[in-house]
């Protein structure tokens, strides 16, 4: 079996868990009934039934005043982990202080930012965006960013295009194979920027095994990332859709975890897990 790395989960605390994942499930329309809670303790105790040893987690400001909140309990649940959470931050771009934000971050031991423009309302190559962005890659942090939805025009392909093209060092992570429910779209404008990684979450229930298989060879292995955008699917269902694929040896070990490991400085040695067996 694989060391696998979970590179795209969302986590609440515990009092608002609940209500913040029936606000994501109305949002998304059609997703599983039986999707999990949002809490801590059902994500690690998720993952290590189905033998993922290590988590990226985040969670998503509604407004300003969430930021610097949302950031410790980010930072607090990664401390209380064990090594088993990397944590990445959020911004929000009606806050009046972006550099005080993201120094905040840093400071909190946070390894990168994730945004949700469809949710957060704000198109992804706006004027405030563009200076996130931009400060993002001058201190060489990733950013995980929602693309993509066929009802929005927030984070389309063409947008995140302009961001791609205009910050050529900028770590974009473009979740859901670079455009969720677009993803032939995101595939045709995105694909030959070499700036762009994407991750497989919320994707392969949409997805025949031929379609993923393009998705992961038109981006490259070296460019994807397992993920699976806990708590709103079951994880397992998930690594079985990959393994299915049949590829190739040293494209699953990238895609389920050294990709990650390089991008976000893992060491391979510090995380609970022996690997493959």
């Known amino acids: 079996m694989y060391k696998i790395i979970d590179s795209h989960c969302h986590i609440y605390p515990e009092s608002i868990a609940r209500k913040a994942v029936k606000a994501v499930d109305r949002f998304y329309d059609g997703l599983p ?5 949002g809490t801590v303790a059902t994500l690690m105790k998720s993952s290590k039934a189905c033998g993922i040893s290590h988590c990226i987690v985040h969670s998503v400001a509604t407004s ?19 090594g ?7 911004l929000h771009l009606e806050s009046d202080d972006y550099e005080r ?34 400060m993002c890659e001058e201190r060489g942090l990733p950013i995980c960013v929602h693309t993509g939805d066929y009802r929005y025009d ?60 393009d998705l992961i060879y038109a981006y ?10 806990y708590p709103l699917w079951h994880q397992e ?22 990709n990650m490991e390089e991008l976000f400085g893992l060491a391979c040695g510090c995380m609970p897990g022996k690997g493959k067996q």
């Open 33 to 37: 009934a039986d999707h999990h809670d």
């Open 220 to 229: 490259g292995p070296e460019r994807v990332m397992f993920g699976t955008d």
């Open 101 to 134: 934000d993201l120094d905040e971050l840093v400071c909190l031991g946070l390894k990168g930012v994730k945004l949700h423009p469809d949710i957060q309302h704000f198109y992804v190559d706006e004027l405030n965006a563009m200076r996130i962005f931009e």
């Open 154 to 213: 927030y984070s389309n392909p063409v947008r995140v295009a302009r961001v791609l093209r205009a910050f050529p060092k900028l770590k974009f992570i473009g979740a859901h194979f670079g455009g969720w429910s677009v993803w032939e779209e995101a595939k045709r404008l995105l694909a030959d920027f070499p700036n762009l990684i994407v991750d497989s979450s919320s994707s392969f229930p949409w997805l025949t095994s031929g379609q993923a298989k």
């Open 64 to 82: 300003p005043h969430q930021v610097s909140t949302i950031n410790q309990f980010i930072a607090d649940s990664v401390a209380e982990a064990d």
């Open 237 to 258: 269902p998930d690594i079985g859709f990959l393994l299915k694929l049949e590829l190739p040896e040293e494209d699953y070990e990238r895609i389920f975890h050294r």
């Open 84 to 90: 088993f959470f990397t944590g990445l931050g959020t």
